[in-house]
Each structure stands twice: as structure tokens, then as C-alpha cells.
């Protein structure tokens, strides 16, 4: 189960549940794949709905990759997410959300 409160995510991918988190490293791999952008550009597009498939993408890959797993983001292309593109930018809505939530904020 996902622990809301560590920053955790649950999503389904080809039937297989995975737990994501934006750790210290994960984030600073993201920051690093954004090129020119910052993680502050990137909150901002998630927070006015200007956000990609590519951002979407970019946060469920750092957020699996934070979880453990040892993919790359071509290994996604053909996945089967759970809720489709709808329910990826949700997890990976929630994802920043969750990172970036103060102890004890909801």
C-alpha cells in the first residue's frame, strides 16, 4: 500500500501495482532530463493544467525510478497504465503534490 504521508503513489502498470516516490535522487534526475527547465517551471505547468505528456511521462518514469524500479522511459511506451492518460497525470500530479507537501499538510 502507498503511504500518502511518505510521499508514496500507487499505479497500476500492465497489471502490475507500483508504489512511486519522488526521492532526493529521483528529483534531482528529473531536474536533470527537464533541460532548460526547472522544477518550479514544472509545478507551475502542473498547477495551471499547461503540463505535457511528456512532463507526465518524465514524473511517473522519476517516480518509479525513486520506488525502486530500474527502467528507463522507452520501456513505458507500449505499458498499459491503469486509468490511462488521465490516471498517469493524476499519479503524477499527486507525485509533486506529495513531494513537496510539509509534515502534517493534507
Do not use: C, Y
Not at 526547472?38 to 507526465?56: M, N
Amino acid at each position: 500500500m502507498a503511504n500518502p504521508w511518505a510521499g508514496e503513489v500507487a499505479l497500476v502498470i500492465d497489471g502490475q501495482r507500483h508504489v512511486l516516490k519522488l526521492t532526493l535522487g529521483a528529483l534531482a534526475e528529473l531536474e536533470a532530463g527537464l533541460e532548460s527547465d526547472s522544477l518550479v517551471d514544472l509545478v507551475a505547468r502542473f498547477e495551471s493544467g499547461a503540463f505535457s505528456s511528456r512532463d507526465v511521462l518524465r514524473l511517473i518514469v522519476a517516480g518509479l525510478r525513486g520506488g525502486g524500479w530500474r527502467g528507463q522511459a522507452g520501456d513505458l511506451v507500449s505499458a498499459e497504465i491503469e486509468g490511462g492518460p488521465l490516471g498517469a497525470a493524476q499519479a503524477a500530479a499527486q507525485l509533486l503534490a506529495r513531494a513537496f507537501m510539509a509534515p502534517g499538510g493534507a
